[in-house]
Nanobody
C-alpha cells in the first residue's frame, strides 16, 4: 500500500502562485507514475499533470501547460505542483495520485489507471 498526503493549498488572487506538495509513504518503491488531478464543484475530476518516478518525464493538460510545473524529489518521496499565473477557473480540490504500473503517455491522463489517491487540497483563486 501507498499513502499520499497533500499540502500547500489555500486562497490566492488571480495571477498569483501556489505550490502543492504530495508526500508518499509505504511501498514507495512500487510507484511508477504520479499525477495531479483536480475537481471543481459540479464537475468531473480532470487530469492536470503527471511525472514518471524514474526519469522525471512530465505531461500536462493543455489548460495548464506553460503555467504549472510538476517535479519530484525522489529522496523525499515527494512530488510538487508549482502553479503560476493562477486563474479563477483553476479553483478546485487538487488530488495527488500514484500508479504502480508503467503508464504509456497516451493513458497518463486517465484517472482510473491510478491505484492510490490523497485526500485532496483546496485551491481557491479569487478574481
Amino acid at each position: 500500500q501507498v499513502q499520499l498526503v497533500e499540502s500547500g493549498g489555500g486562497l490566492v488572487q488571480a495571477g498569483g502562485s501556489l505550490r502543492l506538495s504530495c508526500a508518499a509513504s509505504g511501498r514507495t518503491l512500487s510507484i511508477y507514475t504520479m499525477a495531479w488531478f483536480r475537481q471543481a464543484p459540479g464537475k468531473e475530476r480532470e487530469f492536470v499533470a503527471a511525472i514518471r518516478w524514474s526519469g522525471g518525464s512530465t505531461y500536462y493538460a493543455d489548460s495548464v501547460k506553460g503555467r504549472f510545473t510538476m517535479s519530484r524529489d525522489t529522496a523525499k518521496n515527494t512530488v510538487y505542483l508549482q502553479m503560476n499565473s493562477l486563474k479563477p477557473e483553476d479553483t478546485a480540490v487538487y488530488y495527488c495520485a500514484a500508479s504502480g504500473a508503467y503508464l504509456p503517455a497516451i493513458v497518463v491522463q486517465q484517472r482510473l489507471k491510478y491505484d492510490y489517491w490523497g485526500q485532496g487540497a483546496q485551491v481557491t483563486v479569487s478574481s
